[in-house]
């Protein structure tokens, strides 16, 4: 018997969706948190722009592209940059840059079309790009873990770490039912009871917390030097974006970059971004996570999704969850940051796989192959105060090398 499927636009009985808005929140939760952590910003507003931004989201698009809003991990390692010599909020402002120059760009789409893409980022320089997104970050895994940057790694740690990566590792094999799609949630439940067992979780701020608080607001600050090292992120971004909504139509069987079009999903996406760092959270972008989901259960309704956007703004207002939250240990994060940087990075070659990139052909070799090696060599260039290094290095000379070939072409100057 084949799986009932639910369709974007169509409506569920309420007793259905809130386990189903319940099941989307859980399954973005720990990844989407878990960017405020490595920001060191109170995780309430950012579970609180969340919803916003994907409520915003599902009204740009006429309700017919079903995407959730999380944190979107691409910002980490620029924005990390600029927090260490400017502090946050010149990150937020920065976040705002990119937001509107997205919004600009969905405009250019708008007017222009789409084929641009395949020229500016074919599918072999979008995958390795996308991929790197997570493979830069392995490293920090391990430091926030305690694994690395120690003389002697604390066994309290190792084993808090086992645990929450064993717990995700097998329970994306093993569970099954509604846990199979909140692996993600039970294995950091899991590594909290184990930090509790090993005596390293203090409830003294929770206990002080009050049941109802407002998430913390802060205004965005600019400064040109912030601005210009975040704002090559747009590339990265667009790229990323694009993917997912090739993903979610194929899931959903609907052309999404024709209707409501590729111009309404990137301006919604950036849209909220802008609002973000305008009032103290971190940016936004649709989830992986959330189209897994979809893909698991045959439910595509943006009724469920605004369901769990909903949810997610009133668990913002709840002081005490807030801070319960932000008691997690490192090794619990860092032993998830190794499971999800390590599927961000396998999205990334999915591209490849799902595109059927033809390696016969030298340029797609060679521009695969040149991004991974910037990408991971720890090269960096600098233009005056700004540097360019990793991921977002990458992204620039991916994209120069695509429309190199390009002209190349143009002039029968290639060999294919």
């Keep these: 018997m084949e799986k009932r499927i639910i369709q974007v636009e169509e409506r569920v009985p309420m007793k ?16 989407s948190v878990l960017v405020p952590f490595i920001f060191g910003i109170n995780p309430a507003i950012v579970l609180f722009m969340n919803g916003c931004g994907t409520l915003l989201f599902i009204c740009i698009t006429k309700g017919k592209a079903p995407a959730y809003l999380g944190s979107s ?4 390692a620029p924005a990390g940059v600029v927090i260490a010599k400017y ?25 222009f079309g789409t084929d641009w893409i395949d020229i500016v980022l074919p ?16 490293g920090s895994a391990a430091s926030t873990a305690g694994l690395t940057g120690v003389e002697t790694v604390d066994t309290k740690n190792l084993i808090v770490f086992l645990v929450t990566l064993g717990v995700a590792v097998f329970g994306q ?3 099954r039912g509604f846990l199979s799609v909140i692996p993600i949630l ?24 009050s049941w109802f608080a407002v998430p913390a607001f802060h205004l965005a600050k600019f400064k040109m030097e912030a601005v210009l090292t975040i704002l090559p992120v747009i590339l990265v971004i667009t790229s990323e974006h694009i993917g ?59 009724w469920v999704i605004g369901g769990a956007a909903v949810l997610s703004i009133l668990i913002s207002f709840c002081g005490k969850f807030s801070t319960l ?21 396998t999205s990334g070659l999915r591209i490849l796989v799902d595109n059927r990139v033809d390696y016969g052909k030298s340029r797609n070799l060679i521009l695969t192959s040149v991004i991974f090696v910037i990408g991971l060599s720890g090269i960096a260039v600098s233009l005056g105060d700004v540097q360019l290094t990793g991921m977002v290095l990458a992204c620039v000379v991916g994209m120069a090398l695509s429309l190199i070939f390009y002209v190349l072409d143009k002039f029968h100057l290639t060999n294919d």
């Design 16 to 31: 259905l969706m809130i386990p189903l808005s319940i099941q989307h929140l859980f399954a973005m939760f720990g990844a």
């Design 73 to 76: 991990f691409a910002f980490l």
């Design 87 to 111: 502090g946050f909020e010149y990150a937020q402002g920065g976040f705002v840059v990119v937001g509107i120059c997205g919004c600009i760009l969905a405009g250019i789409i708008y007017k």
């Design 123 to 138: 599918p072999a320089a979008m995958g390795p790009v996308v991929a790197l997104i997570g493979l830069e970050l392995a």
């Design 173 to 175: 094999v093993l569970f």
């Design 186 to 209: 039970v294995a950091i439940i899991a590594g909290y009871i184990a930090a509790a067992c090993c005596g390293m979780l203090d409830f003294g701020e929770v206990a002080e917390a």
């Design 244 to 302: 997912h909504q090739i993903v979610t139509s194929k899931i959903v069987g609907k052309d999404l970059l024709k209707d409501p079009g590729l111009h309404r999903s990137i301006f919604a996406d950036n849209f909220s971004t802008a609002i973000s760092g305008m009032i103290g959270s971190v940016p936004t972008t649709t989830y992986g996570e959330n189209i897994g989901v979809m893909a698991i259960t045959g439910v595509y309704s943006v």
């Design 325 to 345: 939250i932000s008691t997690i240990p490192g090794p619990v994060i860092g032993g998830i940051s190794i499971l999800l940087y390590g599927m961000i990075g």
